[in-house]
């Protein structure tokens, strides 16, 4: 799962060459995001058999199943009404379920962050991760306004499209 997640860096680099039409900066911390969550607290045997990271690692792949194949359908320029619903419909709530999950899943590393914090270090490592737990929770929520409002969009012009025929 890790290497699979490492190279989801790749969607930076579609986007920049622009294969894929979306925003680089949401995309980019979203990977990173990701990639954190697995380097930071995944990585730590006693979190590794937690049902929070099966769940986490369920519901991350759950939101590429919606978004891969409605993307190369776009691609390919056969854009297919469902899909575009189920992307822009189903993935909302599932990425709160998402985030709210990658929160606990942070919550329950605390612990085990402490001891191998450094004495030596101003600041540690749980208070780095509480601050995450504060940004995860305002970028959250501006993503799933962002959200709404291309669903808004998407749909909207899909079916005015689609009225026009």
Request: charged letters at 20%.
């Amino acid at each position: 799962m890790s290497l699979c997640q490492l190279l989801s860096i790749l969607e930076v680099f579609h986007i920049a060459d622009g294969i894929e039409k979306a925003r680089l900066l949401p995309r980019f911390i979203q990977v990173m995001e990701k990639n954190i969550l697995l380097i930071m607290v995944i990585m730590l045997e006693e979190i590794q058999s937690k049902p929070v990271v099966c769940a986490q690692f369920f519901l991350w792949n759950i939101l590429d199943l919606l978004r891969y194949p409605h993307e190369l359908l776009c691609v390919m320029e056969r854009p297919s009404i469902s899909m575009l619903w189920l992307r822009y419909s189903l993935w909302i709530p599932l990425y709160i379920l998402s985030v709210a999950n990658e929160g606990v899943t942070v919550y329950q590393a605390m612990p085990y962050m402490e001891p191998s914090a450094s004495s030596s270090a101003y600041i540690h490592l749980p208070f780095l991760l509480m601050l995450y737990l504060s940004l995860l929770t305002v970028g959250a929520s501006l993503t799933v306004w962002q959200l709404l409002k291309e669903r808004k969009h998407h749909l909207e012009k899909r079916f005015k499209r689609k009225k026009k025929k």
